[in-house]
């Protein structure tokens, strides 16, 4: 069984946000050189206390405008190709107005996709653009990046009333879209007439990713691969040494990964945590046979964080934490559920080495297995090239992500997307509000920054947590990536 054929290895994966990452540090260390040489001269020829003035403006600048973390020009077109015998609309511009040419038929839960220039005003490049999308029964704003400049992807999913009936309007906020537009329908099961089985490498991805679909699944199961327990700073201020607060951010992870579903009307007896130890599945999976302890709780046992769970399962037995015991709790786990639909991260759009190594597992284990699903939908909570995506406010749309990566995989990414209703949204942020490693204050940087963007750039974050995710993750639309099996 291979779903995600052709995918580069995860070390290729890994290296290619590491190269980012290491360019990026790189040019910003050579701008702060030549600033710095730039500031001396000036002090020298000029006045001494010239250079500290410049200095808080440089400084200032950069945190408004120049902190995110892009890693790409907003100039280059998002390199998407959907299969070639995707479903693509007649469509046209009208003023503002989206026009279809040709009589259309939805059932309402379609996933549409509009592909269309956009190009950002002067005030655009200092301020978010942004398109308004307007209609009989929808209000809705998608961001995008500010001097954007390329070909991008609007997410229309829940707007196919208005599409049908005329009323859809499209507005840019200091941007405009000189191009002619084309839009993608496309038709699915609904996964929440199924089986879900949500699997999430740490206690809160599936809620950051799913949690308007397993709460209205007719069935969901929530199984949590990892304690999370690791960087623990926030308890080790609270007196606790370094593998005591370990422990108990652990614990208190597992504790969430099964009460937290319950809020979504999952039931305990299908919230698992398997307690295998945060960042450590790599060496798991390199070593199949080998316990790889914990990084910092100075454990090498599981079972420690599988005390709230309602089943026993295989890796019961020795606590070890190998590969092998998580390919066979995983196997157990879907024998015994059967879930038609799974959900978890994508391989190649997610580059967190514990949800790159999640979704292998669940591979590796459904190989000769009995049960197999009928769909995979993949979702990334963490992006190669824009750690602000989605970008844009709490309670907005989500469009499509940045994407530059393989030829060969792009006409394997088939968008899904679900609309959630706003009293869904709320609930999802008060489920994010329970998970503990979502609850510490932000630095104090980020909260100087975060007040700059406010005044200088028009940023907003949501009252229901200081955490990026409420920002992030409360959104209009959840978006994953269709693969049938």
Not at 29 to 58: D, E, K, N, Q, T
């Amino acid at each position: 069984m291979q779903p995600y054929a052709g995918i580069p290895s995860m070390n290729k994966r890994l290296s290619r946000k590491e190269q980012l990452l290491k360019r990026h540090r790189r040019n910003k260390r050579v701008a702060l050189l030549i600033g710095l040489v730039l500031l001396i001269v000036v002090g020298m020829s000029v006045v001494w206390w010239l250079p500290l003035l410049l200095a808080v403006v440089a400084w200032v600048g950069h945190e408004a405008w120049f902190a995110d973390y892009l890693f790409y020009s907003p100039k280059d077109d998002y390199q998407y190709r959907f299969p070639a015998d995707s479903e693509q609309l007649n469509v046209r511009w009208q003023g503002e107005y989206l026009r279809l040419g040709d009589p259309l038929t939805l059932v309402g839960d379609e996933t549409l996709i509009l592909g269309i220039p956009i190009k950002s005003s002067w005030l655009g490049r200092f301020i978010d653009p942004a398109i308004d999308v307007l209609g009989a029964d929808v209000t809705d704003r998608q961001t995008f990046e500010r001097g954007v400049d390329g070909l991008r992807y609007l997410n229309l999913t829940g707007c196919g009333a208005a599409l049908v009936d005329g009323s859809l309007r499209l507005r840019g906020r200091y941007c405009r879209l000189p191009g002619r537009p084309r839009l993608w329908l496309f038709r699915h099961a609904d996964a929440r007439r199924q089986r879900v089985m949500v699997i999430a490498p740490h206690a809160d991805d599936a809620e950051l990713a799913a949690f308007g679909v397993y709460s209205h699944a007719d069935e969901a199961w929530i199984v949590t691969l990892t304690a999370g327990e690791i960087e623990a700073e926030h308890y080790q201020q609270m007196g606790m040494s370094r593998a005591e607060a370990a422990r108990i951010k652990g614990r208190l992870r597992a504790w969430d990964s099964i009460t937290v579903p319950r809020w979504g009307g999952v039931p305990e007896a299908h919230c698992v945590q398997l307690g295998y130890f945060c960042l450590q599945l790599p060496a798991m999976q390199a070593a199949p046979d080998q316990p790889i302890a914990s990084r910092e709780a100075e454990l090498g046992d599981t079972r420690l964080f599988r005390q709230f769970n309602p089943m026993l399962l295989p890796g019961d037995a020795d606590g070890a934490p190998t590969w092998n015991n998580l390919l066979a709790d995983l196997r157990a786990l879907i024998l015994k559920a059967r879930p038609e639909v799974l959900v978890m991260p994508h391989p190649s759009m997610d580059p967190h080495p514990d949800h790159i190594c999640a979704q292998a597992a669940v591979l590796e284990a459904l190989q000769g297995l009995e049960w197999q699903p009928r769909t995979i939908l993949g979702y990334a909570n963490h992006l190669h090239d824009n750690d602000r995506w989605p970008m844009g406010d709490a309670y907005s749309g989500v469009s499509l992500p940045p994407y530059f990566g393989a030829a060969d995989l792009m006409d394997k990414l088939i968008p899904y997307s679900v609309e959630l209703s706003p009293s869904t949204q709320r609930d999802k942020a008060m489920a994010l509000g329970m998970m503990h490693d979502l609850q510490p204050p932000p630095p104090f940087k980020r909260r100087v920054r975060r007040w700059l963007q406010q005044i200088l750039v028009g940023r907003r974050w949501p009252a229901e947590g200081e955490n990026e995710f409420f920002r992030k993750a409360v959104r209009r639309h959840e978006l994953f990536w269709r693969r049938d099996i």
